[in-house]
Every structure is written in C-alpha cells, then in structure tokens.
C-alpha cells in the first residue's frame, strides 16, 4: 500500500452570529429599536497533511501514534474513501487494497438493531440474514458479547459498543474477502473504552486472526498506547505537527 503526497484539509465554514443593541428616544416615553448586527466569518481552511508520504507492506501490521489533533484518524478517513464532507483530500498517486474493513473511531451501531444484528449485517448481501447471523454468533463469543447478543445498544455501555463494532469488522473482514485478495484493516483506537483484562483478551484475539487468515491481512492501527503499539505491530509510525508529518518510522 503507497501514499504519495497527500494533501487534506477541513473546511471549517462560516460562522453567523447575531448581536442586539438598544437605541432609545429622547422623548418622554423611551422606545427601544432592537438592531441586530450580524458578523460573518469567512470560510477557512485548516491543513492536516502536506505533501505526506509512506509506503506499507502486504501483510505487515503498522501502528500510527501521535497526539490528538495530528491527523491519525483523518488519515484512515482519507484512506477509506469515507470522509466527512468537510474533508478535502487528494493523492499524487496511491495503491490501495480492493477491499477494506473499518472499525471507526464511534461504533455507528444502527439503534434499532440488536448486538447481533449490527455484526451480522455486513454479511447479510453474501449469506442472507439467517446464516449471517449464525457465523456473527462465534465474533461476539471472541469479543465476550454473547450475553448481549439480543440487546440493543442503548441496553449495553461504551465499551460493549466498541467490541461490537471491532466484531463487525472483523466479521466482514473474514467472511467477504475475496480469497485472491490482500485485505485492509483500518482500525481506530479499537480498544479504547476497555478494561485491562478486556484489551488483553481483544489484542490476543487480534493476533490470532491475523495470524490464522486464509488471507495477509495489511492493518494499520491508530491508537494513542505505545504499550498497544508494541504488542501489535511490526511497524510504528508518529506523527507530530499540523501539518501532520512523521518524526519516527521504525521497525518493531
């Protein structure tokens, strides 16, 4: 997977904001004239990447760290083809995998669809929804859902949110790759919201997915833990600075 001088930006757009002053007669009876003055502020734009580049193996597992703000998670956007409307990005020249499976920075559960529902539904086009449900069934028992298959996710706290979303993509991921392609994971602080005990379970799980896939699954993995960094990945890229840049590229 290459990139080669990205550039992305947000436009933040104008503001209105309305101010009210009051004028009053000299008269006996003081009337008051409400006038509203209006302030416009004009469209800006704020650069997140630069000229950015950097190139990826098949199959490696890259860990992206950096502070907020530095442009982690635009970059997955960027990447995905899924960014917000106010995210303008273009790439010199780029290479990536056909297919993609994101677990997003939210967990963009539907509401009205039980745990379950929400991790089956990526393979719902490929197996219709009964047999979609069953293979969902075996990622919510890797994530630790299986009690909270039928609720909903108002029913369930941030954390079960996150895993099952992290259950979603890897549900998609290994159910929907084609055999003939080299799959990309786009993770984005998957296990943030999790307990100690749960993180260790989740990052074991990880690494045996990624190690027993009929496919080379190339992941690149936000996260704001050197600790997570180190336990996951091959490579660890940092980024500093807005416009974002690397100020570390090593092997792990």
Known sequence: MKIVNLHA???????????????????????????????????????IFENFSFEVADGSTVAILGASGTGKSTMLSCISGLGAENLSYSFEESSFPQFCSV????????????????????????YGK?????????????????????SLPSECSGGECGR?????????????????EVPLLLLDEPF????????????????????????QITTLFV???????????????????RPAFIKDDRKN
């Open 164 to 180: 099952a979303a992290l259950a979603r993509a890897f549900a998609f991921l290994e159910n929907c790759c084609p055999d003939d």
């Open 9 to 47: 930006e947000y436009i933040e757009k104008a503001n209105t904001a309305s101010n009210s002053s009051n004028a009053s007669s000299e008269s006996a009876i003081h009337n008051s004239t409400n006038v509203n003055i209006k302030i416009a502020v004009q469209n800006s734009t704020v650069k």
């Open 223 to 241: 996260t704001h833990s050197a600790e997570e960094a180190e336990k996951v990945s091959d490579r660890i890229i940092t980024l500093e600075g």
């Open 103 to 126: 677990d997003f920075q939210k967990s963009l559960l539907l509401p009205h669809l039980s745990i379950l529902e929400n991790t089956a539904l990526p393979l719902y086009d490929m």
């Open 130 to 150: 009964k047999t979609a449900l069953e293979a969902a069934e075996k990622y919510l028992e890797k994530t630790g859902l299986s009690q909270k298959a039928k």
């Open 192 to 215: 943030k919201s999790q307990d100690v005990k749960t993180k260790e379970v989740l990052l074991k799980y990880f690494l045996e997915l990624k190690n027993s896939s009929k496919n």
